[in-house]
């Protein structure tokens, strides 16, 4: 059964930095597609950050393009989200989630019904 197991939440003022990272069990490999997900209150989920592992392709939502960073570390089965230069908006939880592969473009797609696998939320407060 794979589970994912997500860390590195935190309060932070506007302009820091913050890491989260995704860990992967009970699979040999990084899933093909691994996406970070946000929802702040009153607001739906949204998909900010995704990773199609199988080529490193990868997707941002406008609003954190240019500040956030998805990337792998294969060894360790875990994806991380660098998140740079944050404002007040990024403001949220943050969850990890992971698909089997269906290829770049439906990766690329964050319907959250596609996801089978979900971490738990890690929130993001930032003050400005």
């Known amino acids: 059964q794979v589970q994912l197991v997500s860390s590195g939440g935190g309060s932070v003022q506007a302009g820091g930095s913050l890491r989260l990272s995704c860990a992967v069990f009970?699979?040999?490999?990084?899933?093909?597609?691994m996406t970070w997900f946000r929802q702040a209150p009153g607001k739906e989920r949204e998909g900010v950050a995704a990773?199609?592992?199988?080529?490193?392709?990868?997707y941002y939502a406008d609003s954190v393009k240019g500040r956030f960073t998805i990337s792998p570390d294969n060894a360790k089965n875990t994806v991380y989200l660098q998140m740079n230069s944050l404002k007040p908006e990024d403001t949220a939880s943050y969850y990890c989630?992971?698909?089997?592969?269906?290829?770049?473009?439906?990766?690329?797609?964050?319907?959250?019904?596609?996801?089978?696998?979900w971490g738990q939320g890690t929130q993001v407060t930032v003050s400005s």
């Open positions: 009970g699979y040999a490999y990084n899933m093909p597609c």
């Open positions: 989630a992971a698909d089997w592969d269906y290829g770049a473009a439906h990766c690329f797609a964050r319907r959250q019904s596609d996801y089978p696998y």
């Open positions: 990773i199609y592992t199988a080529n490193g392709g990868t």
